[in-house]
């Protein structure tokens, strides 16, 4: 993963000439910021970027808050049919997206939700939420039982026992779920194409795709282009490694 980063972030900086004289392997003699430039400039990338991070943001806490409400009362609550249920979330997990794209954009359309980025938070929510609740629901179904017997016999209710008591002991696993839905969303790019025509609304991965039809042959821009894309989600990744690493371990210990 460092090499190819390594590689595009060097070439991102190198100018065309430089490029086209000495290859994509070669060492930058200078630092030339002209493609980074260009690039935010042609796409509006900062507007780009903002989209991303909303869109992101917002699905990577809504579909998490989903996930716990749905995993406490299929995991704790033990609903009738469990199984069944959460068959049924891995099979809406592993539907493919290329299968959604008609179904969407026909209700977005209906309901006047087309080309807003709420559309794509609510439909990327459902689509994440399937994995968190199949995911969470697993784990809260091995929460001890005596833990939760001893909360309500203090009094505290069904929403009490999940706020003060179920979230603060999963919430190594929940941050594993946002840190992952949050980079799944900004990697996705097929349904914001879809579903987000205006300027305006459209996110990176969407300027990435589009530049790449118009620009193929500018190598450096390309470059620069994967680099100021991949940037943002490398960073929120790394900001976030202890949360992701606590929360496979204790996985891993449970």
């Known amino acids: 993963m460092v090499l190819p980063f390594l590689v595009v972030a060097l070439n991102a900086v190198k100018s065309p000439a430089e490029y086209s004289a000495n290859g994509p392997l070669s060492l930058p003699e200078g630092i030339h910021l002209d493609g980074l430039r260009d690039f935010w ?11 991303s991070v909303l869109i992101s943001g917002s699905v990577a806490v809504l579909a998490a808050l989903l996930s716990v409400l749905n995993a406490y009362a299929i995991g704790v609550g033990r609903v009738r049919g469990r199984p069944w249920v959460l068959a049924f979330f891995v099979l809406a997990n592993m539907l493919p997206q290329e299968a959604l794209v008609y179904p969407v954009y026909y209700l977005s359309k209906q309901v006047g939700l087309y080309d807003t980025r709420l559309s794509v938070i609510i439909v990327f929510t459902v689509i994440q939420s399937a994995f ?4 969470l629901s697993s784990v809260l179904g091995a929460f001890p039982k005596e833990i939760i017997e001893a909360a309500r016999i203090d009094g505290a209710d069904k929403w009490q026992v999940l706020w003060r008591v ?15 839905f949050f980079i799944w969303t900004w990697n996705e790019f097929l349904l914001p194409l879809v579903m987000l025509i205006s ?9 990435l795709g589009v530049l790449q039809g118009q620009r ?17 989600a490398f960073c929120f990744f790394l900001i976030f490694q202890r949360t992701l690493t606590r929360g496979i371990a ?3 210990v449970k």
């Open 41 to 51: 400039q042609r796409v509006d990338f900062g507007q780009k970027l903002f989209n």
């Open 216 to 232: 193929l042959m500018d190598a450096t821009m390309t470059n620069a282009a994967a680099l100021l894309g991949v940037l943002p």
């Open 166 to 180: 179920v979230v603060p002991v999963s919430r190594p696993t929940i941050g594993v779920l946002l840190v992952f």
């Open 250 to 252: 204790m996985g891993a």
């Open 132 to 135: 968190g609740t199949y995911l």
């Open 199 to 207: 300027n305006d609304n459209q996110t990176v991965s969407v300027a």
